[in-house]
């Protein structure tokens, strides 16, 4: 099966940029799509296509991919964007979502 | 407005077969671009991805579950229904469904990269005797 790994915890100070990977085999040939979830709540797309942005998502996140890695770049972080983030790719016809990230603004 | 609601019993017993409903409205089923999802999450873990169906009935599931999993649709009903079979307590979890963009060329269809872009507000599953 294919994994997508993540790194279980980001701490940030508000203001600063928060980054989060995403690792996989050749995930650069994939697009990625990232989620995020707060508490007791859905999850929300936040980057689609590798770097896309939903309509409403604030410019402040961006996303990249290439190689074995996707990044979620989270520019003047707000206190509001303190939340669960979800890489999600398709291996083929199976979603694979990866092991999420608790991104926390100190 | 794109709205996806789950729905189904919130408590099961082992061994039994769970039955969830999305129901949705603002796009149709039958709709080519589109398609539904199912995802779970256990209580403070992570998401899972279960299985999804297009509007050419074109379906797919997650490897580790598929021999208890089934999607269907009732276009008709704009309804999408997941079943599970032989429940166990490892299967509580909050269960969502997601619509996804479809691409499809020359007759071949897959997941669009434009992502799971409207989910259902979740229906926590629990399974106990």
């Known amino acids: 099966s294919y994994d997508l790994t993540q790194p279980p915890s980001v701490s940030v100070s508000p203001g600063q940029t928060a980054s989060i990977t995403c690792s996989g085999d050749?995930?650069?040939?994939?697009?990625v799509c990232w989620y995020q979830q707060k508490p007791g709540q859905s999850p929300v797309m936040v980057i689609y296509?590798?770097?896309k942005r939903p309509s409403g998502i604030p410019e402040r996140f961006a996303g990249s991919n290439s190689g074995n890695t996707a990044t979620l770049t989270i520019s003047g972080t707000q206190a509001m964007d303190e939340a669960d983030y979800y890489c999600q790719a398709w291996d083929i016809s199976t979603g694979v979502f990866g092991t999420g990230t608790k991104v926390t603004v100190l | 407005q794109v709205t996806l609601r789950e729905s189904g019993p919130v408590l099961v017993k082992p061994t039994e077969t769970l039955t969830l409903t999305c129901t949705v409205s603002g796009f149709s089923l039958s709709n080519a671009r589109m398609g539904v999802t199912w995802i779970r999450q256990p209580p403070g873990k992570a998401l899972e991805w279960l299985a999804y169906i297009f509007s050419n009935d074109e379906k797919s599931y997650s490897t580790s579950l598929k021999s208890r999993l089934t999607i269907s649709k009732d276009t008709s009903k704009s309804q999408v229904v997941l079943t599970v079979t032989n429940m166990d307590p490892a299967d509580t979890a909050t269960y969502y469904c997601?619509?996804?963009?479809?691409?499809?060329?020359?007759?071949?269809?897959?997941?669009?990269?434009?992502?799971?872009?409207?989910w259902g507000q979740g229906t926590l599953v629990t399974v106990s005797s």
């Open positions: 296509q590798d770097s």
């Open positions: 997601a619509r996804f963009g479809v691409y499809c060329s020359a007759g071949s269809c897959s997941p669009a990269s434009s992502g799971m872009d409207s």
């Open positions: 050749k995930l650069g040939e994939k697009y």
